[in-house]
């Protein structure tokens, strides 16, 4: 089974400033067709997840320029450049390469 | 508009059994493969099980491997999770999402509560 780690497990961040998450996974998510499996998704206080980014990078429908994912192969980052209070809340990487997985989740915060 | 309604949790003794449901509309249900994911009380997300378009492949977590069946009924656009053998810790949110053909999962219901206790 692929295995998701993410650190930090919580972040508390000031407003404007920026915030990183790491995701490694315990073997590759880039397939041999080229495709990255894995997403990054966003649990508000009260909601469902969304989705966020899905092959590594790509911005899912509606979702705001200052989220970025990067990384490839074992190592993913999910980077948003100015924090806004409205991002607060659960974030999880999954990977989509073997059945499913996700990470344990990381708790961002406002300072 | 997407939308995916489940139903069926609530408060089911240990041992026992407990189906649920997720109603689909606002696509085309029987082209898309379907997944439940769970979240105990305070936890993280934990996929659970997934099934194919036509119902014909299903895929469970080690953790329900056994105890929970996955099927849908594509002539009614729902998706079901028949539970047995249930356990305290099976006691979580369970989501009902679609998987979109990158394999992600592009939209998510608003999750039915299932407890397991005595």
Known sequence: DIVMTQSPLSLS????????????SSQSLLHSNGYIYLNWFLQKPGQSPQ????????????????????GSGTDFTLKISRVEAEDVGVY???????????????????? | EVQLLES?????????????????????????????????PGKGLEWVSAISGTGGTTHYADSVKGRFTIYRDNSKNTLFLQMN???????????CAIISAKRDFDYWGQGTLVTVSS
């Open chain 1, 13 to 24: 961040v000031t407003p404007g400033e920026p915030a990183s998450i790491s995701c490694r």
């Open chain 1, 51 to 70: 989705l966020l980014i899905y092959s590594g990078s790509n911005r899912a429908s509606g979702v705001p320029d200052r989220f970025s994912g990067s």
């Open chain 1, 92 to 111: 999880y990487c999954m990977q989509s390469l073997q059945t499913w997985g996700f990470g344990q989740g990381t708790k961002v915060e406002i300072k």
């Open chain 2, 8 to 40: 069926g949790g609530g408060l089911v003794q240990p041992g026992g059994s407990l189906g649920l449901s997720c109603a689909a509309s606002g696509f085309t249900f029987g082209t898309y493969a379907m997944t439940w994911v769970r979240q105990a």
């Open chain 2, 85 to 95: 053998s249930l356990t305290a810790e099976d006691t979580a949110i369970y989501y």
